[in-house]
Every structure is written in C-alpha cells, then in structure tokens.
C-alpha cells in the first residue's frame, strides 16, 4: 500500500516556525524525487519546494526561498520541510508529493502522481 504520511503542522504566530514531515510507507520512494506543494480555499494548488532523490538539487517557489528549507533522508524514506520566518500567507493545507524518475522543475510545473493527505499550518499574525 503506496502511502505518504505528512506531520507536523499546527498554528503558528507570525515569525514562528514549523518542521514538517513527510513518511513514505515503501523503501522505493527513496528512489522518487518529493517535494510539498500547498493550497487554500479558492485558490489552485501552489508549489512549494522539491528535492531530487539524491538530494543533490532543490527548487524553491520565490516566495519561499530564503525561509524554507527541504531536505530528505533516504534511510528512513522521509522529507522534512523547515519553515522558518512564517507569514500569515503561508496559510494552508500543505499536502507531500512524490513521483518516480521526475526532474524536480517538472514536479514543480505539474506535480508528481502519488501525494500525502494533506496536513494545516495556520500562520496568525
């Protein structure tokens, strides 16, 4: 059973942080490149960060860059996703993605096939 498991959000206030988590259920994910896209009511679905499998190359929306930080740890098939410096725009249901064989600029045009169920971070000013 193909599973990603997201933890660690929660309500923040403005300038806080929040670690997030992302669990694959299988030993291949480690092999996939994972990212986290979010989204809000109203909205279409916003990417976030990704990392390639190796880990060697990440990508960062603009609005993020310099605040969030993704990194991944094979061995124990999960991503991390640091968010430091929180704004109230960073309001949303963040939701882990991982595809096979995909570039990380890729993932972030389209998104990968399989995704998490999506977790809250509320970001209060």
């Known amino acids: 059973q193909v599973q990603l498991v997201e933890s660690g959000g929660g309500s923040v206030q403005a300038g806080g942080s929040l670690r997030l988590s992302c669990a694959a259920s299988?030993?291949?994910?480690?092999?996939?490149?994972m990212g986290w896209f979010r989204q809000t009511p109203g909205k279409e679905r916003e990417f976030v960060a990704a990392v390639s499998w190796g880990g060697d190359i990440t990508y960062y929306a603009d609005s993020v860059k310099g605040r969030f930080t993704l990194s991944r740890d094979n061995a124990k098939i999960t991503v991390y996703l640091q968010m430091n410096s929180l704004k109230p725009e960073d309001t949303a249901v963040y939701y882990c993605?991982?595809?096979?064989?995909?570039?990380?600029?890729?993932?972030?045009?389209?998104?990968?096939?399989?995704w998490g169920q999506g977790i809250q971070v509320i970001v209060s000013s």
């Open positions: 993605n991982a595809d096979s064989l995909m570039t990380v600029e890729a993932m972030a045009r389209v998104g990968g096939d399989v």
């Open positions: 299988e030993q291949s994910f480690a092999t996939y490149a």
